[in-house]
């Protein structure tokens, strides 16, 4: 069973048209959760690690949030430049803090 | 400062050939981790190796093994290549507990 489940699988917006991608969790005693963005062809580059409940990064038009279950990936007026695969990983103390990836959401802006 | 390398790029096996593929590090990492990643499963972990010395076996490691060869470098060998082995391979590395990953180009292996 997943401990990691990402939605929309796929998301196609208008340049401009605000949208969030959702990331839920299931591991108990999360002890960080990190966003990626992977470009076709490339491997996953870091872009936002949350620790706690609450807390909240933000980079350029993307701004990141997680609760106690989920974390968002909020993408603000988007530019066709944002298109990519964003992907969502958790970290919990079982298995060494080794990371559990989900499986992607795949963004296409238009222009 | 390169970061992650990975070599070689792209790779054509046919079933039962064997090939190392090859990743070092210049952040002076002490964790170095296999996936591979295939369309709708996500990245799976096959191996990592939390220090130079030591190496653990990851969700998918049947049919590789691998090899920390110092702090640098950890190399991923198929030993008798199958079909279901095609897929993208990446290496990624991290300076410690709760720290980010960093991720290679990736090698793409396609086995006949």
């Known amino acids: 069973e997943d401990q990691v489940t990402q939605s929309p699988e796929a998301l196609r917006l208008q340049e401009g048209e605000s949208s969030s991608l959702n990331c839920s969790y299931t591991?108990?005693?999360?002890?960080?959760l990190f966003w990626y963005r992977q470009d076709p062809g490339k491997g996953p580059e870091f872009l936002f690690t949350?620790?706690?409940a609450g807390e909240e990064k933000e980079k350029e038009r993307l701004k990141a949030t997680l609760t106690k279950k989920e974390s968002f990936l909020h993408i603000t007026a988007p530019k066709p430049e944002v298109s990519a695969t964003y992907l969502c990983?958790?970290?919990?103390?079982?298995?060494?803090?080794?990371?559990?990836f989900g499986r992607g959401t795949s963004l296409i802006v238009h222009p | 400062n390169a970061g992650v390398t990975q070599t070689p790029k792209f790779q054509v096996l046919k079933t039962g050939q064997s090939m190392t593929l090859q990743c070092a590090q210049d952040m002076n990492h002490n964790s170095m981790y296999w996936y591979r990643q295939d369309p709708g499963m996500g990245l799976r972990l096959i191996y990592y190796s939390a220090s130079e010395g030591t190496t653990d076996k990851g969700e998918v490691p049947n049919g590789y093994n691998v090899s920390r060869l110092n702090k640098r470098e950890f190399s991923l060998r198929l030993e008798s290549a199958a079909p279901s082995q095609t897929s993208v391979y990446f290496c990624a590395s991290e300076a410690g507990l709760r720290e980010t990953q960093y991720f290679g180009p990736g090698t793409r292996l396609l086995v006949l």
């Open positions: 591991v108990s005693g999360l002890r960080g």
């Open positions: 949350l620790y706690s």
């Open positions: 990983a958790v970290q919990a103390p079982g298995g060494s803090y080794i990371p559990t």
